[in-house]
């Protein structure tokens, strides 16, 4: 499966980054701004068309939020449970030479609270 998260500024009109988002498309210019319903909280959507199967079922969203980072955002009715992934597009080779090992201590902090709080 191609990347579902992108940061903008690494996005090229050459070709498709991830399946999902359209070749030769703007992305910078096809977000619209909006806020979320009860926290208020800002946003922005992506209002092109995003490529899917014509059988897909499913409803895809691309958001970018006030970080920088964009998200793809599925929606499928038939699930009862909910999940996320994240691609930070970093690993162990961009450990500091005095921190060896922090990426991986990184990802263990991200599952021990994945974990607590599925226990909770």
């Known amino acids: 499966m191609g990347r579902t998260f992108e940061l903008l500024n690494e996005q090229t009109a050459q070709s498709s980054v991830s399946k999902f988002l359209p070749p030769l498309a703007d992305f910078r210019a096809g977000f619209v701004k909006r ?10 959507e992506f209002v092109g068309d995003l490529n899917k199967s014509e059988s897909d079922a499913r ?18 009715a038939v699930e009862s449970k909910a999940c996320a992934a994240l691609d930070v597009n970093v690993g162990s080779l961009a450990d500091p030479p005095a921190l060896q090992g922090l990426a991986h201590f990184c990802e263990h902090l991200l599952f021990l609270v994945s974990l607590a709080e599925a226990w909770s």
């Open 35 to 44: 806020t979320t319903t009860e926290s208020r909280l800002p946003y922005a």
């Open 59 to 76: 409803e895809y969203r691309l958001i970018r939020l006030p970080n920088g980072l964009v998200a793809m955002v599925i929606h499928d």
